[in-house]
Nanobody
């Protein structure tokens, strides 16, 4: 059974930084496609970053240049470094995993969709104040 546990959320002022962590079993982190999604109240869940087992990364336009996804296999941890945070970044953030992840075509188009990932964490709140 796959368990994903997020940590590192909290409240920060606009312009600040946070680093989210997601701990997983080492087999999953080394072999699966991993992603970060977020969902604000009243909005759909949005895919914002993903990393393949080969290390290729993908970012949504809304976070490109500000967020960085990375993985530390020995530590069994997926990270999301978030810089220059904005109030619009406030949301529940979810870690996700899948043995395949997005199709090559979707990856080329920069599409991250919920149904591309089978396993999910419980989510963690990030609040950015102006």
């Amino acid at each position: 059974q796959v368990h994903l546990v997020e940590s590192g959320g909290g409240s920060v002022q606009a312009g600040g930084s946070l680093r989210l962590s997601c701990t997983v079993s080492d087999y999953i982190l080394s072999n699966y496609c991993m992603g970060w999604f977020r969902q604000a109240p009243g909005k759909e869940r949005e895919g914002i970053a993903a990393i393949t087992n080969g290390g290729s990364t993908l970012y949504a336009d809304s976070v490109q240049g500000r967020f960085t996804i990375s993985r530390d296999n020995p530590e069994k941890t997926l990270y999301l470094e978030m810089n220059n945070l904005k109030p619009d970044d406030s949301a529940m953030y979810y870690c996700a995993a899948d043995s395949e992840g997005p199709s090559p075509g979707a990856w080329a188009l920069g599409l991250l969709q919920e149904n591309d990932f089978d396993y999910w964490g419980q989510g963690i709140q990030v609040t950015v104040s102006s």
